[in-house]
């Protein structure tokens, strides 16, 4: 594991975001050229699961709790934060930077988007998104758009986005756990 996180922090990883459209899960439409994802998972009702699920969300204890392992330049996401993920186990553990490119910590949403920087495996960026709507439901959202970024993604084909949908849907069963906590 040492030698992964050393690994992240070399300066190849660190030269900036890997894409053009940085900011586009927030403002919408996604950019062409890309796979698009959205997935939404039921969370809750109410203020209480809003609270619990935002928190997640936002302070990594979602994608911990999911099974990744996360390094986080600041406790909670924050625009310009830096977060190296590492993916997988033992020796098929992929290193994955991204930074944090937007926030939203509003009365009835809260979430983040991080975008990829160069070294990722992807090109693009994934939002993470709790709402709450007016019926008081309480909703968790993935936007993404990303696009192979590595030989091995592209070798994978059409592979990595039956395993990103699945992986926003295991962030979903997560997150739902969570809240109910």
Same mark, same amino acid.
């Given at each position: 594991?040492?030698?992964?996180?050393?690994?992240?922090?070399?300066?190849?990883?660190?030269?900036g975001f890997?894409y053009p459209?940085? %900011?586009?899960? +927030?403002?919408r439409?996604?950019p062409?050229?890309?796979?698009?994802?959205?997935? !939404?998972a039921l *969370? #809750?009702?109410?203020p209480h699961?809003?609270a619990s699920a935002?928190?997640?969300?936002?302070?990594?204890?979602m994608?911990?709790?999911?099974?990744?392992?996360?390094?986080?330049g600041?406790?909670r996401a924050e625009?310009?934060?830096?977060?190296?993920?590492a993916?997988g186990? %033992?020796?098929? +553990?992929?290193?994955v930077p991204?930074?944090?490119?937007?926030?939203a910590?509003e !009365?009835?949403? *809260? #979430?983040?988007?991080y975008?990829?920087l160069?070294g990722?495996?992807?090109?693009?960026?994934e939002?993470?998104?709790?709402?709450?709507?007016?019926?008081?439901?309480?909703w968790?959202?993935?936007?993404a758009?990303?696009r192979?970024?590595?030989?091995y993604?592209?070798?994978?084909g059409?592979v990595?986005?039956?395993?990103?949908?699945?992986y926003?849907?295991?962030l979903?069963?997560?997150l739902?756990?969570i809240?109910?906590?």
């Amino acid at each position: 594991m040492t030698r992964l996180i050393r690994s992240l922090s070399t300066p190849a990883a660190t030269s900036g975001f890997s894409y053009p459209d940085v %900011g586009a899960t +927030r403002t919408r439409p996604l950019p062409a050229g890309y796979h698009h994802l959205h997935h !939404e998972a039921l *969370i #809750g009702h109410g203020p209480h699961a809003l609270a619990s699920a935002g928190a997640a969300v936002t302070t990594w204890a979602m994608h911990r709790s999911s099974g990744v392992r996360v390094r986080a330049g600041s406790a909670r996401a924050e625009p310009g934060t830096r977060v190296d993920i590492a993916l997988g186990a %033992g020796p098929l +553990r992929i290193g994955v930077p991204c930074e944090v490119v937007w926030t939203a910590y509003e !009365e009835d949403r *809260i #979430g983040f988007a991080y975008g990829t920087l160069h070294g990722h495996p992807e090109i693009g960026e994934e939002s993470f998104v709790v709402d709450r709507r007016p019926d008081g439901s309480v909703w968790f959202t993935v936007t993404a758009f990303s696009r192979p970024g590595r030989w091995y993604t592209r070798a994978a084909g059409p592979v990595v986005p039956v395993l990103q949908r699945a992986y926003a849907r295991h962030l979903g069963r997560t997150l739902r756990k969570i809240a109910a906590a």
